[in-house]
């Protein structure tokens, strides 16, 4: 079936540093990436995402970029801070079938711990 | 407030005892999914619907019921936990293909 993988599974940082986070996909029919941000005890949280007609999408401190081509997607965060440290999923839309709904298959997710 | 209402929280209940958590969204949106979390795999999706009295399975459908009779909500059904059901469940909603998704605040369970 479709997958996504996501590296590395954990990262830890200083703060200040930046951060980069790596997906990669296997359905070639995907056109939506979203990253979700899950805080400890929290539910997942949409903080960005890009569609496959655009390579890159900023957002304040955040980016993504996108490689239809290798099928990869990446998360930037720059200038990271302690409120940043979180567990990060990154998903791609897979269409199951022709005409069929688009559904979203999730990356396993990275811990990312970001020192002061 | 637009929102996903999960209940319960926290369900630590025994093997073979049926159970449900219930889903409810006030955003009038059609489509909702059930995901488990568990560490190191993700959010698997177990069943989806796409409207009222339309469901499909996900990726990890063995063992769960759904039911969508009513637009707003999307309750899980656990005939027969059994100990591997243990997990973090999450409910989730969204309008569009390509919309944000809306996530409950999650259903810890622990099946003994």
């Known amino acids: 079936g479709e997958n996504v993988e996501q590296h590395p599974s954990t990262l830890s940082v200083q703060e200040g540093d930046s951060a980069v986070i790596k997906c990669t996909y296997s359905?070639?029919?995907?056109?939506?990436f979203p990253w979700y941000k899950q805080e400890l005890g929290k539910r997942p949280q949409l903080i960005i995402d890009i569609r496959s007609n655009v390579g890159e999408k900023k957002d304040q401190r955040i980016a993504v970029t996108l490689n239809k081509t290798a099928k990869h997607f990446s998360l930037h965060i720059t200038e990271t801070q302690p409120e940043d440290s979180a567990v990060y999923f990154c998903a791609a839309s897979s269409n199951p079938w022709p005409g069929g709904y688009n559904k979203l298959i999730f990356g396993a997710g990275t811990r990312l711990a970001v020192h002061p | 407030e637009a929102q996903v209402t999960q209940n319960p929280r926290y369900l630590i209940t025994v093997t073979g005892k049926k159970l449900t958590v219930t889903c409810s969204q006030n955003m009038n949106h059609e489509y909702m999914s059930w995901y488990r979390q568990d560490p190191g795999l993700g959010l698997r999706q177990i069943y989806y619907?796409?409207?009222?009295?339309?469901?499909d399975k996900g990726d990890v459908p063995e063992g769960y019921k759904v039911s969508r009779k009513e637009k707003r909500n999307f309750p899980l059904i656990l005939e027969s936990p059994s100990p591997n059901q243990t997990s973090l469940y999450f409910c989730?909603?969204?309008?569009?293909?390509?919309?944000?998704?809306?996530f409950g605040s999650g259903t810890q369970l622990s099946v003994l």
């Open positions: 359905d070639s029919a995907s056109n939506y």
């Open positions: 989730a909603s969204r309008q569009g293909v390509e919309e944000k998704l809306f």
């Open positions: 619907s796409m409207n009222v009295e339309v469901t």
